[in-house]
């Protein structure tokens, strides 16, 4: 036998690419899964789920999928946290807003609005 196994008698690792390089190389799939120790039918579902067919290269592996995209605005938070020195929550950006517009400092609408580190 030629790798290891596991205990449900499935090959792993690097055994489980020299199958698939035997298997594509045409070989029988009888000598494969003799070889491995393994049943005929689990060859053949490992090379349907890898997508390798008999007599043909190994497909190369497919890319990983990119991250999502960050939302919209992601950065807005931490620049206006770096801006004004402490965080002011979504609910409460209207109503910091308007007491800015209103005059107020950007210490002072911290305070009323009960914010920690009013002070920049």
């Known amino acids: ?7 449900r008698n499935r090959v792993s690792g ?4 020299r199958m698939l390089e035997l298997y594509a190389s045409d ?8 070889r491995f120790r393994v049943d ?3 060859v ?6 890898s997508r390798v067919r008999k007599g043909q290269p190994i497909p190369a592996a497919p890319e990983p999928p990119s991250p999502p995209p960050k939302p919209r605005g992601h950065h807005l938070a931490a620049h206006h946290r770096a801006r004004r020195g402490f965080y002011v929550p979504p609910a409460l950006e209207p109503a910091y ?4 517009i209103a005059g107020m400092s950007r210490q002072d609408a911290a305070e009323r609005l009960g914010l920690k ?3 920049p």
């Open 117 to 119: 580190g009013g002070t």
């Open 97 to 100: 807003t308007r007491l800015l």
């Open 27 to 34: 070989m029988p799939t009888r000598d494969i899964a003799e």
């Open 44 to 49: 053949r579902k490992v090379a349907s789920r």
């Open 1 to 7: 036998m030629t790798g290891k196994t596991d205990s």
């Open 40 to 42: 005929e039918l689990y």
């Open 14 to 17: 690097e055994a489980r690419v």
